[in-house]
């Protein structure tokens, strides 16, 4: 049963312009949210999270945004660089448990 | 910083053998994870230690697999025997606090 769900395992987007990255949860009690990223040979890495009091979080060229009803979170990057090309986990945990939940992942391929 | 210490990097392995695969948290991170990658099911939490005491392993596969945390700086993932399905990416992680963990490189283990 996932939690966590990626449905997207691959996007392909062109440079300059916007990533969207979708993530869907089940579990109602997460009320924290990461995107992870990851390149081939190396550990995920931190990009950006959200508490579920919050429905838009922004860093730079990125922003998460969360719609609690519906129970969906989406990444944007914009705009879009060759560097963004890698894994992009999406992750969820309820409460004060340090326990993450992760999505299968969505390879993100940006072209110059 | 030296970040999360993995090693080996890669093991090769015949079935059977025991493997023992090492990680080294970040220093002052109270909690450690461990993880395995697979095509098949992404990345999945093995188990986690908060202050070195094992607080939920209900991901270790079987009774094969077992996990050590001895002091704050060392941790293990020993697997005996080994067989061909346990091939995957082990990621160490740490934290600490709830919320972000920060991921070593990754253990690449192939079980022939």
Known sequence: DQQVKQNSPSLSVQEGRISILNCDYTNSMFDYFLWYKKYPAEGPTFLISISSIKDKNEDGRFTVFLNKSAKHLSLHIVPSQPGDSAVYFCAASSGSNYKLTFGKGTLLTVNP | ?112
């Open chain 2, 1 to 112: 910083d030296a970040g999360v210490i993995q090693s080996p990097r890669h093991e090769v392995t015949e079935m059977g053998q025991e493997v023992t695969l090492r990680c080294k948290p970040i220093s002052g991170h109270n909690s450690l994870f461990w993880y395995r990658q697979t095509m098949m099911r992404g990345l999945e939490l093995l188990i986690y230690f908060n202050n070195n005491v094992p607080i939920d392993d209900s991901g270790m596969p079987e009774d094969r697999f077992s996990a050590k945390m001895p002091n704050a700086s060392f941790s293990t993932l020993k697997i005996q025997p080994s067989e061909p399905r346990d091939s995957a990416v082990y990621f160490c992680a740490s934290s600490a606090a709830v919320g972000s963990q920060y991921f070593g490189p990754g253990t690449r283990l192939t079980v022939l």
